[in-house]
């Protein structure tokens, strides 16, 4: 079993910076992905970031040069430094850890609510 559970959303101010935190506990020696997600209301779930085993980093064009994604293996925790915050980037953001145990499975955290308003 997986757990996720993320932290660090809070109200900033446009152009404001917020550190999101996922720490994950179980059994994720075989994760090949992770993630955050995010959902604002009325809109699909979309994806910010990925992080693969190799290091190798993904972003939306939408957060592209604002965000970074970076892991921490020992504390088994993975990040999210949001920078330059705008309005546009409010929603609730959920991390995403897909494990191979036997099959892949995905995992979710329970969301942590982020806020860019002035």
């Known amino acids: 079993q997986v757990q996720l559970v993320e932290s660090g959303g809070g109200l900033v101010q446009p152009g404001g910076s917020l550190r999101l935190s996922c720490a994950a506990s179980?059994?994720?020696?075989?994760?090949?992905?992770m993630g955050w997600y995010r959902q604002a209301p009325g809109k699909q779930r979309e994806l910010v970031a990925t992080?693969?085993?190799?290091?190798?980093?993904n972003y939306a064009d939408s957060v592209k040069g604002r965000f970074t994604i970076s892991r921490d293996n020992a504390k088994n925790t993975m990040y999210l430094q949001m920078n330059s915050l705008k309005p546009e980037d409010t929603a609730v953001y959920y991390c995403?850890?897909?494990?191979?145990?036997?099959?892949?499975?995905?995992?979710w955290g329970q969301g942590t609510q982020v806020t860019v308003s002035s």
């Open positions: 992080i693969a085993q190799t290091g190798s980093t």
């Open positions: 179980g059994s994720i020696f075989n994760t090949l992905l």
């Open positions: 995403n850890y897909k494990v191979l145990h036997i099959v892949l499975n995905d995992y």
